[in-house]
């Protein structure tokens, strides 16, 4: 049985009800989208929280969900378009905090060097990188996603491929 | 590169992961599956038969009924998830745990403790127990601890930097990263203090044990002013210009201006009642007990006259009110129908409902006690 089908299978049952069900979705496709949440926001607590968001809407949604569409560019839309916000935000906030700031901030892992180079990437740039490189969506599927042209998808993932030849 | 990009280490990957399935499959089990292409209309005609006699029957659902001939627009009534209308995320201190709640019905367990309260810009949640004062973030680790006697309603002052909490009925202060902790007053009574809204300076209002308010300069000592004996147990809310102090004990409101001057003394007519300053302004929501052995929210300005202007009444008990970070919203608790009740201000009131609030907040103590309300922070 082909994972699409088992995505299929996972999802009629989990629409009525079956707990397995939920369950096999969510052990299916969690990894991939934490993931591609961390690599766009580099922050682990924001990207479980975007992930953990996804899947809410998921669950929230699985009766009007279309068992003849694939689950998993839904999830990914969703993922990628809410860490690609946070990342504004937190650009936009600069994260200037009085005494809140005091506290150390995560570390995170930004040793790796793939991952620092990602990091230094506008968000959107990241996002096509990981909805590529990680997810293996095609850049017609991308500009799908993210609701832009093709032609954007394409300079993206050129200008941000080029950015990490040069630092990697 | 995918297989570069799988390498990638996650800091604490597994438990995220484990984390999330919890509130996942919790989420899950709270829903109501619907059956697919199937004849609905019959369904839906059983299901509001069901609410309509459910209704009918029980006290809560009287009580709903009853607030639906208001005629106010009734918008959803849901248990599987609680969401809210608006932005920010609402603290709050149950049985079962204090959670972090945001719009979208994800929500955040913290731990067991006994009271929470937001610092300023929500980054941080400082929490009281019986072991002592702890700051964590809101993903619940802990930033640091303070190991004090019975801890309970720490304050963060709006600029970050200090803490305010009473342990052992003393009232303390100390400094937001968990050092120079330092007693304030040893004759503070049981009530929470609140600090005034400037951030440059750090003024603190409490309540001592004979219903006094003192408002202290908590840096310099220094008492600014201090008010005739009142009620004693007073909840204390500045507005955000800190020109007005709200002190609602259990016979009286007395509105405040910044500098001490009394401008109005409103009786509450005894019960549970709450106060809560909207944003920006000087109106401010008050929730307390009517006739009828019924509650109302009305809003009000903090000046030395104007009329209330009623928002919402209910059957039973409110709980501790709250305005939502835009203004728009005022969230009220409402014990005796086990649920949270958005009001938006308008003409008529927008009204949207979240049921079975206990059960939802505290799952394995059905019957628990209603959740506490302990702050609804910071958009975004």
């Not at chain 1, 990188?129 to 990680?134: D, N």
């Not at chain 2, 367990?109 to 973030?137: C, E, K, N």
């Given at each position: ?168 | ?188 009574g049981p009530n929470a203090?609140a ?10 209002a409490y309540a001592d044990?004979?219903g006094r308010i ?16 009142g009620d004693l147990n007073v909840q204390l ?9 709200l002190a609602l004990g259990a016979?009286n409101l007395r ?126």
């Amino acid at each position: 049985m082909g994972a699409g089908r088992d995505e299929r299978v996972f999802v009629r049952a989990a629409q009525r009800g079956s707990a397995s069900g939920i369950e096999a979705l969510f052990r299916l496709h969690w990894p991939q989208a934490h993931r591609a949440a961390y690599l766009v926001v580099h922050d682990a607590a924001a990207a479980e929280d975007i992930a953990q968001e996804a899947f809410l809407a998921a669950v929230r949604n699985l009766d009007r969900f279309d068992r003849g569409r694939p689950f998993g560019p839904w999830l990914h839309r969703i993922v990628v378009n809410r860490a690609i916000d946070w990342t504004r935000a937190r650009q936009l906030r600069g994260e200037a905090e009085l005494v809140e700031a005091v506290a150390a901030p995560e570390p995170g892992s930004l040793d790796d060097s793939l991952l620092g180079a990602l990091a230094a990437l506008p968000p959107d740039h990241r996002a096509v990188i990981v909805l590529r490189h990680l997810l293996e969506y095609t850049p017609g599927e991308i500009a799908q996603l993210l609701g832009v042209p093709r032609g954007t998808v394409n300079s993206r993932l050129r200008r941000g491929l080029d950015s990490l030849k040069e630092s990697v | 590169m995918k297989r570069e990009l799988d390498r990638i280490e996650i800091p604490d990957e597994h438990d995220a992961r484990e984390r999330s399935w919890a509130i996942v499959s919790a989420a899950f089990a709270e829903r109501e599956p619907q059956p697919r292409r199937r004849s609905w209309k019959p369904a839906v005609a059983i299901a509001v038969a069901l609410v309509v006699v459910a209704g009918l029957l029980s006290p809560p659902g009287m009580a709903v009924l009853d607030e639906l001939r208001q005629a106010v627009a009734l918008e959803s009534e849901s248990a599987a998830v609680v969401t809210l209308p608006s932005r920010g995320r609402v603290l709050v201190a149950a049985e079962g745990g204090t959670w972090i709640v945001k719009p979208d019905g994800s929500r955040r367990r913290l731990g067991v403790y006994t009271s929470a309260t937001w610092s300023p810009r929500g980054i941080f949640v400082a929490v009281s127990s019986p072991a002592g004062l702890t700051a964590l973030d809101p993903q619940g680790n802990v930033r640091w601890s303070l190991p004090r006697k019975r801890v309970i309603w720490p304050r963060w002052a709006p600029s970050g930097f200090r803490i305010a909490y009473l342990a052992d009925g003393r009232l303390r202060v100390v400094v937001g990263d968990g050092t120079g902790d330092r007693l304030l007053a040893a004759n503070a009574g049981p009530n929470a203090p609140a600090w005034e809204p400037a951030i440059n300076v750090h003024v603190l209002a409490y309540a001592d044990r004979a219903g006094r308010i003192h408002v202290v300069d908590t840096d310099s000592g220094q008492q600014r002013w201090r008010s005739d004996p009142g009620d004693l147990n007073v909840q204390l809310e500045w507005s955000s210009d800190g020109t007005r102090l709200l002190a609602l004990g259990a016979q009286n409101l007395r509105i405040f201006q910044g500098n001490g001057v009394l401008l109005r003394t409103i009786p509450t007519g005894g019960g549970p009642a709450s106060v809560s300053f909207r944003r920006n302004g000087h109106s401010f929501a008050f929730a307390r007990r009517v006739a009828g052995g019924r509650s109302e929210v009305v809003v009000l300005p903090a000046e030395r006259t104007g009329g209330a202007r009623s928002i919402f009444r209910g059957a039973g008990a409110f709980g501790e009110i709250a305005w939502s970070p835009d203004g728009k919203w005022v969230l009220v608790p409402w014990a005796s129908a086990d649920q949270w009740v958005f009001v938006r201000l308008g003409r008529p009131p927008r009204i949207v409902t979240e049921s079975e609030i206990t059960r939802y907040f505290s799952p394995a103590a059905p019957g628990g006690v209603f959740p506490t309300l302990s702050g609804w922070c910071c958009a975004g």
